[in-house]
Nanobody
């Protein structure tokens, strides 16, 4: 069983940046899919970004060009770099590896 712990969320002003981390309890080497989802208040959970194969990613249209997903297999950690944040990016962000989910981390974009 894989345990996932997200960190890095918080309050940021519009236009700011945050980097989320997802630390896995076991090896994530060559594991797919893995990625980030989010759930905004009153909305359904949606895909943000994910790895679907070696070097193959896909992003939600709303975050393309602003967010970057990456992974460090040696550290068993996945990241989500979020730049040019907008109020509509406010949500709880979850990482997922195969069928496992983290507990989520809150991101609030507000002035």
């Amino acid at each position: 069983q894989v345990q996932l712990v997200e960190s890095g969320g918080g309050l940021v002003q519009p236009g700011g940046s945050l980097r989320l981390s997802c630390a896995a309890s076991g090896s994530i080497f060559s594991i797919y899919p893995m990625g980030w989802y989010r759930r905004a208040p009153g909305k359904q959970r949606e895909l943000v970004a994910r790895f679907i194969g070696s070097g193959i990613t896909n992003y939600a249209d709303s975050v393309k060009g602003r967010f970057t997903i990456s992974r460090d297999n040696a550290k068993n950690t996945m990241y989500l770099q979020m730049n040019s944040l907008k109020p509509e990016d406010t949500a709880v962000y979850y990482c997922t590896v195969e069928a496992y989910w983290g507990q989520g981390t809150q991101v609030t974009v507000s002035s």
